[in-house]
């Protein structure tokens, strides 16, 4: 048992786009990730989209839709939804996925994720 500091966590790396992990959690990993411009989109068909926005503001479009989600904001995206999240400008957010889940919902295309 051990406090994890996000924001030193966040400080280790400078790459966008890249979730690192931070813990795990009953089979999940909790990662903090940072990314300005859009992601592309993307679906997971067998896993909700947990996003908590750490520092900074995004869009997370999806069917049309487009919703704002700022810093200390939950957002949920139900499994199977296609989803896309942009931020303007850099924007930190925590993660939570089942281990193995790729972040893009595409093994080939999904990133790396490094414990840190």
Request: charged share 20%.
């Amino acid at each position: 048992m051990k406090t994890i500091n996000l924001a030193e966590k966040l400080g280790q790396f400078s790459s966008q786009s890249d979730p690192h992990v931070v813990a795990n959690y009953n089979g999940n990993n909790v990662m903090v990730i940072k990314f300005q411009g859009e992601f592309p989109f993307h679906v997971h068909p067998d896993t909700d989209g947990f996003f908590t926005v750490l520092k900074g503001e995004t869009e997370m479009d999806f069917e049309g839709q487009s919703h704002t989600v700022k810093t200390g904001e939950l957002f949920i995206v139900p499994k199977g939804i296609t989803h896309r999240p942009r931020a303007k400008n850099e924007c930190k957010v925590l993660l939570i996925k089942p281990k193995g889940e790729p972040n893009t919902g595409n093994p080939e295309t999904a990133a790396h994720k490094p414990h840190i």
